[in-house]
């Protein structure tokens, strides 16, 4: 079976929890406590991040190249589409939310308020809360505007992209920082994807010291 060291709030974790559990990929999940910088840990990844996918007697880091490692390995059901155009329209917004929202939202409002007190680094920076806050109503807008012109994010089918951004404003909205009357049609493309049976353990998720929100595993939220 395979094997994800992961944490439970981190975005690029739950992006490949997503693909794994969407190719039906059986994988025991291992918390890892990786601001420790524990041996066992830097050895299985030098660079001391999460996620990190044991399967087929191989040791992968990296999201993104794990995610497009089990599209090439196990294509069923597929989460890139075929041509190279849709291809790249997919990878753009991945590395769209990956990086840019990463940077501009959730580093400043996750890292802040959740991160900081789990690792014992201090308190939140009111400045980068407020930043953060103020910056997701862009991306959300700005997601609005593809889901007006597309049933998905990148197109017509459910890709990798939606998964991106679904991992991210999850882990936000376990701390109920996403405000879902903004936009209708972001909060039905959130619900649609909520609902899929990979989802399911990503609901589960329960963080101590901080309680799950009420409305977090309704999927008729």
Not at 37 to 55: C, H, S, T, W, Y
Not at 89 to 115: C, G, I, M, P, Q
Not at 149 to 158: E, I, Q, S
């Amino acid at each position: 079976m395979a094997k994800l060291y992961h944490v439970p709030l981190s975005p690029f974790c739950r992006k490949v929890r997503l693909s794994l559990a969407e190719k039906k990929i059986e994988c025991e999940l291992v918390e890892e406590r990786y601001w420790e910088q524990e041996a066992d840990f830097l050895r299985r990844n030098p660079a001391g991040k999460v996620p990190v996918l044991k399967i087929d007697g191989k040791t992968m880091s990296e999201s993104a190249a794990i995610c497009e490692w089990l599209e090439e390995k196990y294509p069923d059901p597929a989460l890139l589409p075929r041509s190279p155009d849709a291809r790249y329209e997919v990878r753009r917004l991945v590395a769209w939310f990956d990086d840019k929202f990463h940077h501009e939202v959730t580093s400043k409002l996750l890292y802040e308020r959740v991160n900081k007190k789990i690792m014992k680094s201090g308190f939140p920076d009111s400045g980068n809360v407020k930043a953060g806050a103020k910056a997701i109503k862009y991306h959300l807008d700005y997601m609005a505007w593809l889901l007006d012109h597309r049933r998905w994010l990148a197109g017509d089918v459910m890709t990798l992209a939606d998964f991106a951004a679904a991992a991210h404003l999850s882990s936000l909205d376990y701390i109920s920082d996403v405000d879902w009357n903004r936009s209708a049609v972001v909060k039905d493309w959130y619900a649609k994807i909520k609902s899929r049976p990979a989802f399911r353990s990503i609901l589960a998720d329960q963080i101590p010291g901080f309680p799950q929100p009420a409305h977090y595993a309704d999927l008729d939220f």
